[in-house]
């Protein structure tokens, strides 16, 4: 792990061995608490480095400080943010092995997930980059509303909200913090970042790729520590102008009860649906709800967590993604296993619950139902009634149930109900019936004939009800972290001074 890291320039810097700083006005310092937390590998549970447990007064500092230096970056031009953006973006180029690397280690994810992880949130500066570069403003002329004339005209442009609290979750340490860094920093606020405590260690190196980037001391800061210590002080601050946030459900919940008047930016948690109808081509079905369910272990918001099969197809496509389940690789993540390690032993805990109710309310467990440390095998449950847990709650976990319907009424229904409204899928040749079922779909986004995901990064990203509150995507998150500002021109009446204005 030590020569991963010893291969990024300077790292040295912002750690002693494998105890690592936090980050504020360009320093690296170590927390006056006096304590850190250790990260474990969930896959052998190893010390992979340890990193600051901030205090209340550390926190109070780095929302301080980047208040402090909003001006210096608002007078930044949108072409030198962008021309930032994209070195930044060209570094994390350079250092993605290594931090793929440490990734891995920190989450469990398999080593090219990792890698590719860190090169997605390149190409998302760079795109961030471009689409800052076409943001405009517009005017507007009063005769467009009743009773107003020519001579009053509004001038719009948009400008920063001042400073943005980046909050992300374990799962993409790196990505999820750098898709708000982005489009926070191009808006033109500064930032201060609370990285996920079990992943924190990846998105640290944001202080040394955005130091060489360009980014001046004080606009871009990251602070370590337990979101349940000093999270509520961070969201609560008077300075914080803005909260990106993505995470569970229920840590969104308590964060939007205590954060005031401020807007708020939420990417929380899913169950996603799979609809498939009797003349869906159950080959490309199958690979899209394998390789949807298990990536990375089924620990993706937008995983499929749940297939709604019509009884005409439901014995065969169940039996093809059986078999499909069957043939992933287990174990190591630096072999790219498709199945690692969960998070911690909590969450294998919590994903046993769920079998073990679903097995005893009289599901029919296909395979899976094993576990060896944090590794849990893939599990398919058939037969799941809605009395179950499993066809509820986000397992976050390699377990899928199916749930066999009657009518595609009877789908929309069931999909309909979950609290969650993230994304949905429908598998069908018939396109038109697909946009009719879409139609009636409460969630964020349908995938037609596909699994679903948040990319392609530029799509608008949204969660309904309980997955989410806001659009993400690159230009929708930039509007997000940016508002409009509004001149009005009230001119004379039209051709009053034009009229005098003549030299005899
Ligand atoms: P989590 O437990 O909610 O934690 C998310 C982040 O919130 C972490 O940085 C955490 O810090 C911090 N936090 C915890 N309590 C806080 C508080 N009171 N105030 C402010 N911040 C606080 O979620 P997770 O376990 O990391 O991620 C898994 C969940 O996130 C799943 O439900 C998944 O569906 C959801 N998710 C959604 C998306 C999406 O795009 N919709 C993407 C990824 C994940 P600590 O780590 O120190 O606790
Ligand atoms: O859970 C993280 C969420 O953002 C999923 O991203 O691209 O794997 O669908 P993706």
Same mark, same amino acid.
């Given at each position: 792990?030590?020569?991963?890291?010893?291969?990024?320039?300077?790292?040295?810097?912002?750690?002693?061995?494998?105890?690592?700083?936090?980050?504020?006005?360009?320093?690296?310092?170590?927390?006056?608490?006096?304590?850190?937390?250790?990260?474990?590998?969930?896959?052998?549970?190893?010390?992979?480095?340890?990193?600051?447990?901030?205090?209340?007064?550390?926190?109070?500092?780095?929302?301080?400080?980047? =208040?402090?230096?909003?001006?210096?970056?608002?007078?930044?031009?949108?072409?030198?943010?962008?021309?930032?953006?994209?070195?930044?973006?060209?570094?994390?180029?350079?250092?993605?092995?290594?931090?793929?690397?440490?990734?891995?280690?920190?989450?469990?994810?398999?080593?090219?997930?990792?890698?590719?992880?860190?090169?997605?949130?390149?190409?998302?500066?760079?795109?961030?980059?471009?689409?800052?570069?076409?943001?405009?403003?517009?005017?507007?002329?009063?005769?467009?509303?009743?009773?107003?004339?020519?001579?009053?005209?509004?001038?719009?442009?948009?400008?920063?909200?001042?400073?943005?609290?980046?909050?992300?979750?374990?799962?993409?340490?790196?990505?999820?913090?750098?898709?708000?860094?982005?489009?926070?920093?191009?808006?033109? =606020?500064?930032?201060?970042?609370?990285?996920?405590?079990?992943?924190?260690?990846?998105?640290?190196?944001?202080?040394?790729?955005?130091?060489?980037?360009?980014?001046?001391?004080?606009?871009?800061?990251?602070?370590?520590?337990?979101?349940?210590?000093?999270?509520?002080?961070?969201?609560?601050?008077?300075?914080?102008?803005?909260?990106?946030?993505?995470?569970?459900?229920?840590?969104?919940?308590?964060?939007?009860?205590?954060?005031?008047?401020?807007?708020?930016?939420?990417?929380?948690?899913?169950?996603?649906?799979?609809?498939?109808?009797?003349?869906?081509?159950?080959?490309?079905?199958?690979?899209?709800?394998?390789?949807?369910?298990?990536?990375?272990?089924?620990?993706?918001?937008?995983?499929?967590?749940?297939?709604?099969?019509?009884?005409?197809?439901?014995?065969?496509?169940?039996?093809?993604?059986?078999?499909?389940?069957?043939?992933?690789?287990?174990?190591?993540?630096?072999?790219?296993?498709?199945?690692?390690?969960?998070?911690?032993?909590?969450?294998?805990?919590?994903?046993?619950?769920?079998?073990?109710?679903?097995?005893?309310?009289?599901?029919?467990?296909?395979?899976?139902?094993?576990?060896?440390?944090?590794?849990?095998?893939?599990?398919?449950?058939?037969?799941?009634?809605?009395?179950?847990?499993?066809?509820?709650?986000?397992?976050?976990?390699?377990?899928?149930?199916?749930?066999?319907?009657?009518?595609?009424?009877?789908?929309?229904?069931?999909?309909?109900?979950?609290?969650?409204?993230?994304?949905?899928?429908?598998?069908?040749? =018939?396109?038109?019936?697909?946009?009719?079922?879409?139609?009636?779909?409460?969630?964020?986004?349908?995938?037609?004939?596909?699994?679903?995901?948040?990319?392609?990064?530029?799509?608008?990203?949204?969660?309904?009800?309980?997955?989410?509150?806001?659009?993400?995507?690159?230009?929708?998150?930039?509007?997000?972290?940016?508002?409009?500002?509004?001149?009005?021109?009230?001119?004379?009446?039209?051709?009053?001074?034009?009229?005098?204005?003549?030299?005899?």
């Amino acid at each position: 792990m030590i020569e991963e890291i010893e291969k990024i320039p300077n790292s040295n810097i912002m750690r002693d061995d494998l105890n690592f700083k936090y980050y504020v006005s360009g320093t690296w310092k170590k927390s006056s608490s006096g304590k850190m937390v250790s990260i474990l590998n969930p896959y052998n549970n190893e010390v992979v480095g340890k990193v600051q447990a901030c205090s209340i007064e550390e926190a109070n500092e780095v929302i301080t400080v980047a =208040n402090e230096n909003r001006e210096c970056w608002e007078e930044i031009t949108q072409r030198e943010r962008a021309e930032v953006l994209m070195k930044a973006a060209s570094i994390m180029k350079e250092w993605a092995l290594s931090l793929g690397f440490i990734m891995m280690r920190e989450i469990g994810k398999p080593l090219k997930s990792a890698v590719s992880e860190i090169t997605r949130t390149a190409e998302y500066f760079e795109a961030t980059a471009e689409a800052g570069l076409q943001q405009e403003g517009e005017a507007i002329f009063g005769d467009s509303f009743k009773g107003f004339s020519r001579d009053k005209m509004s001038m719009t442009y948009r400008v920063p909200l001042g400073v943005i609290l980046c909050i992300g979750p374990f799962n993409y340490p790196f990505n999820l913090t750098g898709s708000k860094i982005a489009p926070a920093l191009m808006a033109g =606020n500064t930032v201060v970042v609370k990285p996920p405590t079990q992943g924190a260690i990846t998105p640290l190196f944001f202080g040394l790729i955005l130091e060489k980037a360009g980014v001046p001391p004080g606009v871009f800061n990251i602070i370590t520590g337990r979101g349940a210590e000093i999270g509520d002080y961070l969201v609560q601050h008077p300075l914080v102008s803005m909260v990106s946030f993505t995470g569970s459900s229920e840590t969104g919940k308590h964060i939007a009860s205590v954060a005031g008047m401020k807007p708020l930016l939420f990417e929380l948690g899913g169950k996603d649906a799979a609809i498939v109808l009797d003349d869906a081509n159950l080959e490309l079905t199958a690979d899209a709800i394998v390789s949807g369910a298990f990536s990375y272990s089924g620990q993706r918001c937008t995983a499929v967590k749940r297939v709604i099969p019509m009884p005409g197809i439901a014995d065969k496509l169940i039996a093809l993604v059986k078999e499909k389940t069957l043939k992933l690789s287990i174990g190591d993540p630096e072999k790219n296993s498709t199945i690692g390690p969960l998070i911690n032993s909590k969450q294998c805990e919590y994903v046993q619950g769920l079998i073990n109710d679903a097995v005893g309310k009289g599901a029919t467990l296909l395979c899976g139902n094993k576990r060896e440390g944090n590794i849990m095998w893939p599990t398919l449950l058939d037969n799941v009634t809605t009395d179950m847990r499993i066809a509820w709650e986000e397992p976050f976990g390699p377990v899928l149930p199916f749930i066999r319907v009657k009518s595609a009424e009877e789908a929309i229904q069931i999909s309909n109900e979950s609290e969650y409204g993230l994304q949905g899928m429908i598998f069908t040749e =018939n396109v038109d019936l697909a946009f009719n079922i879409a139609q009636e779909l409460e969630v964020g986004t349908i995938q037609i004939n596909g699994k679903s995901e948040r990319g392609p990064d530029h799509f608008p990203f949204l969660g309904t009800k309980s997955s989410g509150l806001g659009t993400q995507g690159i230009k929708y998150s930039i509007d997000a972290m940016s508002r409009p500002k509004v001149i009005v021109l009230n001119l004379s009446e039209r051709g009053k001074l034009v009229k005098q204005c003549k030299y005899d």
